[in-house]
């Protein structure tokens, strides 16, 4: 038996590579516990002249399913990212270009979104994007009686009574999208907040020690 | 500032790490104070009174106050002065589109080739490879390319000839090869004879004297990426132990 406040980070199982697609300009994988998504970043390129804007980049966010065609799931988690990734990137450094993300799901068992959230923001880094901060997902759930999951699996989504999904900034920790389902209190809200704060911490401190295993072939 | 920046030269830094200020940095009223002065490269920008990293690599740094992020790309974004290898994709009035692998392409007036007047107009083609640097790069305007230098000269840049063989490598790779003392340079010039052009948009273009020896030297830089110095120069000898 749990406490509410105790925090849990299932199995700590995460795992990322950078850099494993030839194609894309950048590209990164991303797995926690059995979730795992692939990322893939190309851009700035071309934008055709109906979508490009005059002062900004164009961020396109593409989630393909691991089975069948993407649906409306697929487009409500699309725009999570996207709003997430815009406001982390600095896009006013390539006016009218075009940057896409496309986003596919190898394995879901359970907190789907933020793993593709994590997966994007490392394949943004690989890209060499312009980003004014790091962003992370972290998803807790809310049992039937009471107790905080972070990084749920699959069974425990399905018997809790709520699912939160939060994208943390490195600067400030403070949220910057949130996705909710099923019922909660306002001071519950607030509790998963800061267990989510809290959680993203070690997801920061995992990115960097990624990146500088990357770069430490060329020091 | 100036300390503490020079303090993380050489660590790995991720976008959103920031240099500022301290609080207790004092001002002394009696003795001359000197004037920092930081220069920011790639990688870094001010932020109001803070440095902010805005790309994920290493921290390097040139005497006396020169600081950048070294960081590994794949995509080209155009700046004024880099030469690169372009592909001409169009011809439109007096004006040729050059294709660079950036998010648009640029414009290569045909005035600009060494010797070109209105009546004596360069020999470039659809689909010719040209060696030209930037005159305007900016992420307002479209990039405008030019084939001489300041003084009306060529000086290496134009159209290229028939042959060689055109292929893509990272960013990083292409810095390593143009850089002054560099030791895949050296390293390859034990080899065999070649003609070596490389765009800093990460296209690089080799001819050889036969097909062969230009296919091997393609696939040693492309290899030469992932590779550190001692398994790339045992390659190297493995391949001159087995040259043809």
């Known amino acids: 038996q749990r406490s509410s406040n105790e925090l849990y980070l299932r199995c700590q199982e995460f795992g990322c590579e950078q850099s494993l697609l030839s194609r894309p300009d950048g590209s990164a994988s991303f797995v926690q516990g059995d979730t795992s998504v692939m990322a893939g970043v190309y851009g700035p390129a071309e934008v055709k002249v109906s979508k490009e804007i005059y002062d900004r980049a164009t961020l396109e966010v593409l989630v393909q399913p691991k089975v069948g065609l993407p649906s409306v799931r697929e487009r409500s988690q699309e725009q999570c990212v996207r709003e997430t990734c815009e406001a982390s990137l600095l896009l006013t450094l390539h006016p009218r270009s075009s940057l896409t993300l496309i986003l596919q799901v190898l394995h879901d068992d359970g907190s789907l979104l933020s793993c593709c959230l994590n997966a994007a923001c490392m394949a943004l880094m690989d890209a060499g994007l312009p980003m004014s901060c790091l962003f992370c997902g972290v998803t807790c759930a809310i049992s039937t009686d009471g107790q905080i999951i972070t990084d749920p699996t699959a069974a425990q989504e399905k018997e809790s009574r709520a699912l939160m999904t939060f994208a943390i900034d490195s600067a400030k920790h403070s949220v910057l999208m949130s996705s909710t389902k099923g019922s909660f209190s306002v001071h519950e809200l607030q509790q998963c907040i800061a267990v989510s704060q809290k959680a993203s911490e070690k997801i920061f401190q995992f990115y960097r020690d990624s990146v500088k295993r990357r770069y430490s072939k060329s020091l | ?162 042959g060689g063989l055109l292929f893509r490598v990272s960013l990083g790779l292409v810095r390593r090869l143009l850089a002054p003392h560099s030791d895949i340079r050296s390293d390859l010039e034990q080899l065999f004879p070649c003609e070596l052009v490389v765009g800093m948009n990460g296209r690089i273009w080799v001819k050889s004297a036969t097909v062969q020896q230009t296919l091997i030297i393609a696939n040693l830089l492309q290899s030469a990426e992932t590779m550190t110095a001692q398994q790339r120069q045992q390659l190297f000898r493995k391949v001159q132990q087995g040259a043809f």
């Open chain 2, 1 to 162: 500032m100036f300390s503490t920046v020079r303090e993380r030269v050489g660590e790995v830094l991720l976008p959103g790490d920031e240099f500022s200020f301290e609080a207790e940095e004092k001002i002394s009223l009696t003795a001359p104070v000197k004037s920092e002065k930081v220069v920011c490269g790639p990688g870094l920008r001010r932020c109001g009174d803070r440095l902010v990293v805005f790309k994920s690599g290493v921290l390097r740094h040139k005497e006396p106050n020169v600081f950048w992020i070294d960081s590994q790309q794949r995509r080209y974004v155009p700046a004024k002065g880099e030469s690169i290898i372009g592909i001409v994709t169009a011809k439109s009035g007096d004006v040729f589109k050059v294709d660079f692998g950036g998010s648009e392409q640029a414009s290569l007036s045909y005035l600009t080739f060494e010797g070109a007047t209105k009546r004596n107009r360069p020999n470039v083609q659809v689909g010719d490879l040209v060696f030209a640097q930037f005159l305007i790069a900016n992420k307002d305007m479209e990039p405008e390319l030019v084939c001489i230098d300041s003084s009306g000269r060529a000086n290496g840049m134009g159209v290229f000839g028939a």
